[in-house]
């Protein structure tokens, strides 16, 4: 098991930018398959972007192509997400989760290492 920190998150305008980082605790980072997910007030949690465990490969949210990058260093525990051309639809919760694995998923259901949740206020 792996403790996992977002931070980054804050009060950016549209068309703005902001990079969220998520640190990642323990000895088996490199082990883990990485993704960004998000909640609105009132919705259902939605997956953003993943990476793997290498970080070879990576996908993406269709609301999210071109203008969101995630990345990872898996020397420095840590991974990215930058968010580039935010909208008011970007607004809300992000969160860090991890899961053992080679690939990802979009399932929440499938990541069993999560973070605390960081807030992104994109303003009407």
């Known amino acids: 098991q792996v403790q996992v920190v977002e931070s980054g998150g804050g009060l950016v305008q549209a068309g703005g930018s902001l990079r969220l980082s998520c640190a990642v605790s323990g000895r088996t980072f490199r082990l883990y398959s990485m993704a960004w997910f998000r909640q609105a007030p009132g919705k259902e949690r939605e997956f953003v972007a993943s990476?793997?465990?290498?970080?070879?490969?990576?996908l993406y949210a269709d609301s999210v192509k071109g203008r969101f990058t995630i990345s990872r260093d898996n020397a420095k525990n840590t991974m990215w997400l930058q968010m580039n051309s935010l909208k008011f639809e970007d607004a809300a919760v992000y969160y860090c989760a991890g899961r053992r694995g080679s690939y990802t998923t979009t399932a929440p259901q499938g990541y069993d290492a999560w973070g605390q949740g960081t807030q992104v206020t994109v303003p009407s």
């Open positions: 990476i793997s465990y290498s970080g070879g490969t990576t």
